[in-house]
């Protein structure tokens, strides 16, 4: 039934043009049996560095653990109060889950990939990075695809603040792209090294989803070498941008 809700609201959305509250993201729509595995077999406790924008309830849907939960465990007494860089403490998680929070919205017509051209990095490094370039709001993407550095899982999806305000890209400034293109990053520098398997993995999850819900065509998911205007070689020449584009389809 939740699926149908998101996609009626989608389609009576078209015809008035507006956009739904940036603080009441829908659940994915794509079917759960294709979600890629839990990283744990069983529960954990592990620490999370919060990221730019992150909200406890965004970490609450990211690791399966109700917020409640997440308050006890670090001694919280406002669910509100929680800062970039803090370490919070997050239990019996089986990790991070790959959920896609989804706007109703007619401005998504792409979808462009990149690389971070760094070893490691998350959300907040790359925000911090982005910030010292001057670029305004800072983070230019609107996910970020984790390589397992920087206290992050591999192949974990960090939603970046850009994207749950649904604002416009800094990452691909050509032909217009930043303001109808989805811009996610790998984390990784693949002109010198390799995208490992489960960062892949969850790289088709997000784009098949993000494909599914706004009717972007595969001919639509580019690199950002391929925005016309750009010249580059990210994401990177050892990208498998073939196996990429052939799980899409």
């Given at each position: 039934?939740?699926?149908?809700?998101?996609?009626?609201?989608?389609?009576?959305?078209?015809?008035?043009?507006?956009?739904?509250?940036?603080?009441?993201?829908?659940?994915?729509?794509?079917?759960?049996?294709?979600?890629?595995?839990?990283?744990?077999?069983?529960?954990?406790?592990?620490?999370?560095?919060?990221?730019?924008?992150?909200?406890?309830?965004?970490?609450?849907?990211?690791?399966?653990?109700?917020?409640?939960?997440?308050?006890?465990?670090?001694?919280?007494?406002?669910?509100?109060?929680?800062?970039?860089?803090?370490?919070?403490?997050?239990?019996?998680?089986?990790?991070?889950?790959?959920?896609?929070?989804?706007?109703?919205?007619?401005?998504?017509?792409?979808?462009?990939?990149?690389?971070?051209?760094?070893?490691?990095?998350?959300?907040?490094?790359?925000?911090?990075?982005?910030?010292?370039?001057?670029?305004?709001?800072?983070?230019?993407?609107?996910?970020?695809?984790?390589?397992?550095?920087?206290?992050?899982?591999?192949?974990?999806?960090?939603?970046?603040?850009?994207?749950?305000?649904?604002?416009?890209?800094?990452?691909?400034?050509?032909?217009?792209?930043?303001?109808?293109?989805?811009?996610?990053?790998?984390?990784?520098?693949?002109?010198?090294?390799?995208?490992?398997?489960?960062?892949?993995?969850?790289l088709v999850y997000l784009v098949k989803t993000l494909q599914s819900y706004y009717n972007i065509s595969t001919d639509r998911v580019i690199r950002h070498g391929d925005v016309p205007g750009k010249n580059t070689?990210?994401?990177?020449?050892?990208?498998?941008?073939?196996?990429?584009?052939?799980?899409?389809?």
């Open positions: 039934m939740k699926r149908h809700a998101v996609i009626v609201s989608l389609v009576l959305l078209a015809g008035c043009a507006t956009q739904a509250p940036y603080q009441h993201p829908f659940p994915s729509t794509t079917p759960s049996s294709f979600a890629p595995p839990a990283p744990f077999d069983v529960p954990r406790t592990i620490s999370h560095e919060v990221g730019p924008g992150e909200t406890l309830w965004r970490i609450s849907k990211t690791y399966g653990v109700s917020i409640e939960a997440l308050m006890r465990a670090n001694n919280i007494s406002n669910a509100s109060q929680i800062n970039n860089g803090q370490t919070v403490i997050v239990p019996d998680t089986r990790g991070p889950r790959a959920t896609v929070p989804l706007f109703p919205s007619l401005r998504w017509t792409h979808i462009v990939i990149h690389h971070t051209a760094t070893e490691a990095g998350n959300a907040r490094s790359i925000d911090q990075l982005h910030h010292k370039r001057g670029w305004e709001g800072g983070l230019g993407y609107h996910f970020l695809v984790d390589n397992g550095t920087n206290g992050k899982m591999d192949g974990q999806i960090e939603v970046g603040p850009r994207w749950v305000k649904q604002k416009h890209g800094a990452h691909a400034n050509a032909n217009g792209m930043n303001d109808h293109g989805i811009g996610i990053s790998l984390v990784g520098n693949y002109s010198e090294s390799r995208v490992s398997q489960r960062q892949l993995s969850n070689e990210c994401p990177g020449l050892n990208f498998p941008w073939p196996e990429f584009k052939s799980r899409l389809a």
